[in-house]
C-alpha cells in the first residue's frame, strides 16, 4: 500500500503544527527521534512506518545548518533502508544558497556540493522557497520546486500599505519586485549604486521613481544582518518616503539586525515561516502551499 509520510526532522519540530495543519487526514505526520552523541556526531531514526510509503523530509536549515543538513542526508538514507519508496525533502530555508559561485580563487560552490550529497543520500526531489539564485537548483539530478512566496506576502503587504511602490534593493532581486508588483497592481523599481569616480565613495538611489510622499514595500529574499536592509530604509526615507515596509521570504535577522531595521525606520517586517520565529516579524504559514507542492512531487 502506498501513501504519504511526513517526517519533521528534530531540528525542524517547531514547524510540526504547520505541518499537521498543512497535511489531509490519510497523511500521516511524525517527528523523527534524533540525538546528538557525545563526540558531537548527528543520530536519526525515521519511524518503520514509512516502508512501502512516499516520504517527505521537511527539514529547515536554520542554525545550525550542519546538524540540520545531516539530519536530512541521514533521515534520506534511514528511510530507503526502512523501505520507503520515494524520498523527497521540503526544506523551507536551504541554507549555504548564497555562495553560488566562485567569488575567490579557490573557494567552493557550496550550494552545489550540499545539492549532490542530497540526491547521493536518495532525496529524489525538493521543494524550497525562493532560493538565492534558482539556477543552482539546476545542480540537482531530480526534480525541484523553488516557490516564492509572492501571493502569501503580498496579502499581508495589502493590509499595511496604500498605493505603495515596490521596490528592489538591487538589480538582481528586480524579479521578485515584479512579481510583486503585479500581485498588488503597483509601480515598481530597484536601488541604483554608484561609485563617485573621484572619490570613490558609493550613494544609492531608486533608479527611475520618485518616493516622494509614498508608501514603499522593499522585496528581497532574506535578511540576514540586516545591513542592505537598513541603507535601503534610511535612503528611502531621505528621499522623502512617507513610510518602508519590508516583505522578505526568509528572517534570519542575526546579530543585532532588528536593532538596525528599527533604527533605520522600516516600519514592519513580513516574513514566511521558513525559519524560527524572530521577535519583531509578523509571520505568513507557507506550509500549505509547500505541502501542496511536494505532493505533486510524489
Ligand atoms: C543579496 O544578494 C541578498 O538578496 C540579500 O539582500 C542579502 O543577502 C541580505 O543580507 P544582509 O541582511 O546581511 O544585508
Redesign the pocket.
Known amino acids: 500500500m502506498s501513501g504519504e509520510f511526513v517526517i519533521v526532522l528534530p531540528s525542524s519540530e517547531w514547524l510540526v503544527e504547520s505541518v499537521r495543519k498543512a497535511s489531509s487526514e490519510e497523511m500521516a505526520v511524525e517527528v523523527a527521534y534524533g540525538k546528538v552523541f557525545p563526540d558531537g556526531e548527528v543520530y536519526v531514526r525515521v519511524p518503520p512506518e514509512v516502508k512501502d510509503k512516499n516520504v517527505i523530509l521537511v527539514q529547515s536549515m536554520d542554525s545550525p545548518q550542519e546538524k540540520a543538513l545531516w539530519e536530512l542526508l541521514l533521515a534520506a538514507d534511514a528511510s530507503l533502508n526502512a523501505g520507503a519508496r520515494h524520498v523527497i525533502a521540503l526544506i523551507p530555508y536551504l541554507a549555504y544558497a ?1 555562495q553560488d559561485k566562485v567569488f575567490l580563487e579557490g573557494e567552493p560552490v557550496s550550494i552545489r556540493v550540499l545539492l549532490k550529497a542530497m540526491h547521493a543520500a536518495g532525496i529524489e526531489g525538493i521543494v524550497t522557497v525562493d532560493i ?1 539564485n534558482p539556477k543552482s537548483l539546476d545542480e540537482f539530478k531530480g526534480e525541484t520546486v523553488n516557490v516564492i512566496p509572492i501571493r502569501e506576502l503580498g496579502e499581508a503587504v495589502k493590509q499595511c500599505v496604500e498605493n505603495p511602490l515596490v521596490i528592489a ?2 538589480k ?2 528586480l524579479h521578485r519586485a515584479k512579481m510583486m508588483s503585479e500581485y498588488l497592481g503597483a509601480e515598481y523599481d530597484y536601488i541604483e549604486k554608484k561609485r563617485d569616480r573621484m572619490t570613490g565613495e558609493i550613494s544609492m538611489s531608486v533608479k527611475e521613481m520618485s518616493v516622494k510622499g509614498r508608501d514603499v514595500v522593499i522585496v ?12 535601503a530604509t534610511e535612503m528611502l526615507y531621505s528621499q522623502g518616503a512617507r513610510k518602508v515596509v519590508a516583505a522578505v521570504s526568509h528572517a ?1 535577522l ?1 546579530g543585532n ?1 532588528l536593532d538596525k531595521l528599527r533604527r533605520a525606520g522600516l516600519r514592519k517586517i513580513i516574513a514566511t515561516n521558513t525559519l524560527r520565529r524572530r521577535e519583531g516579524v509578523d509571520y505568513i504559514d507557507i506550509m500549505p502551499t509547500l505541502i501542496s507542492e511536494a505532493r505533486k512531487l510524489l
Request: hydrophobic share 40%; no cysteine; proline share 5%.
Open positions: 548564497r538565492h534593493p538591487d538582481g532581486a528581497d529574499d532574506i535578511i540576514s544582518t540586516g545591513g542592505t536592509l537598513a541603507k534570519l542575526v539586525a
